[in-house]
């Protein structure tokens, strides 16, 4: 089947950030997609004093919009918002199946909190919760669900890898984080045998926070890549995964009599 990930140039202008999503994914679904992956946070700039004024509860507006994007091009779409829940906030990927129906939420587990002295310094925590489970969906494979710095967290791929083919991330990294990590960071799940998407927004010099671009699916090696401007790429998920697991056969081959990966709760899917 037909992925696409949309790269979307995220403004702070909500009603054009969605009727771009509505336009582009039109788009991707005229090319064939099945399954469309937007940019973490797609209807709002990414940064934590941002995220009260733009979060809304699900269903709301910007998952209303995804349900009939959905439906209108039978398709499975996958996007982050920041989410408003009984006083909390969240940082939340929604996924709505080509019935318009809503499939899955995921919040963000992993909260970005880091501190690079005279470089970055970014604290989610300040104003976000976390979430608490892991989750996944069927489509024309079964995938699983993470948002960004979810991304860094080897044992969270480890496990849905035991029962997916695909994971994905909605992700913004930085123009530190970015260059060093992001790429790596979805190639390392080559030790997992998956296949790999990601999706950031186009990069924008003006903002508070410069999102580094550069989606990406990966199967292993690099199958589609974006710059750093507003696009979408296409990768067609294929045969790969069941040739490479059965020609390199880890899974099978892991000493579960020396070490362990084990979810305290599975969660959702
Ligand atoms: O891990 C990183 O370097 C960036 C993470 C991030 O931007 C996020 O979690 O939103």
Redesign the pocket.
Known sequence: FRLAVVQLQVSSDKANNLSKVRRLVKEAAGQGSKVVLLP?CFNSP?GTSFFSKYAEKIPGESTQMLSEVAKENKLHLVGSIPEEDSGKLY?TCAVFGPEGELILKHR?IHL?D?DVPGKIR?Q?SETLSPGNSLSTFDTFCRVGVG???D??FAELAQLYNRKCQLLVYP????MM??PA?WELLQRAALDNQMYVATASPARDEAASYVAWGHSTVVNGEVIAKAGHEESIIYADILQYLADIRQQIPISSQRRDDLYAVTAMQQGSG
């Not at 992700?171 to 930085?174: D, K, Q, S, T």
């Open positions: 973490e990414y940082n963000k970005f880091i970014f989610e948002i960004c710095y991304m860094r992700g913004a990294f930085n984080t970015g990590h």
